[in-house]
C-alpha cells in the first residue's frame, strides 16, 4: 500500500505563502489523479487542486489564481504553492492520490499538515 507523507504546514500571516509537499513512499506506475484537499473545523473536506493523469490541473474558484499544484515524478512528490493567503485557507491540508493496480482503482490519503493564517 503505497503512504503518503505531507510536510510543509504551519502558521502564516495573511497575504503571506507557503509550500506543501507530499511525498509518496514508493514510485506509483499508474498515477490517475493526485490531488489536495482541505478540512477546515466544522466543515466538510474539500477539494482545493488537482492533477489529472496527462497533466491537466484544476482548482477550485476559492483558490484559483492564488495556488498552484505541481508534481515531481522523479521525487515521487507532489507540491501546493500557496501565495496570497487568506484566513479563510486555514485548515488542515490532505494529499491524496488515486492509481491503478492490476487494473483496480486505489486510493491514498496522507495524514494531513495543518496550515494556519492569522496575525
Known amino acids: 500500500q503505497v503512504q503518503l507523507m505531507e510536510s510543509g504546514g504551519g502558521l502564516v500571516q495573511p497575504g503571506g505563502s507557503l509550500r506543501l509537499s507530499c511525498a509518496a513512499s514508493?514510485?506509483?506506475?499508474?498515477?490517475?489523479?493526485m490531488a489536495w484537499y482541505r478540512q477546515a473545523p466544522g466543515k466538510q473536506r474539500e477539494l482545493v487542486a488537482i492533477?489529472?493523469?496527462?497533466?491537466?490541473?484544476n482548482y477550485a474558484d476559492s483558490v484559483k489564481g492564488r495556488f498552484t499544484i505541481s508534481s515531481d515524478n522523479a521525487k515521487n512528490t507532489v507540491y501546493l504553492q500557496m501565495n496570497s493567503l487568506k484566513p479563510e485557507d486555514t485548515a488542515v491540508y490532505y494529499c491524496?492520490?488515486?492509481?491503478?493496480?492490476?487494473?483496480?482503482?486505489?486510493?491514498?490519503w496522507g495524514q494531513g499538515t495543518q496550515v494556519t493564517v492569522s496575525s
Open positions: 514508493e514510485r506509483i506506475s499508474s498515477i490517475n489523479t
Open positions: 491524496n492520490t488515486k492509481y491503478f493496480v492490476f487494473l483496480q482503482l486505489k486510493e491514498t
Open positions: 492533477i489529472i493523469s496527462g497533466g491537466s490541473t
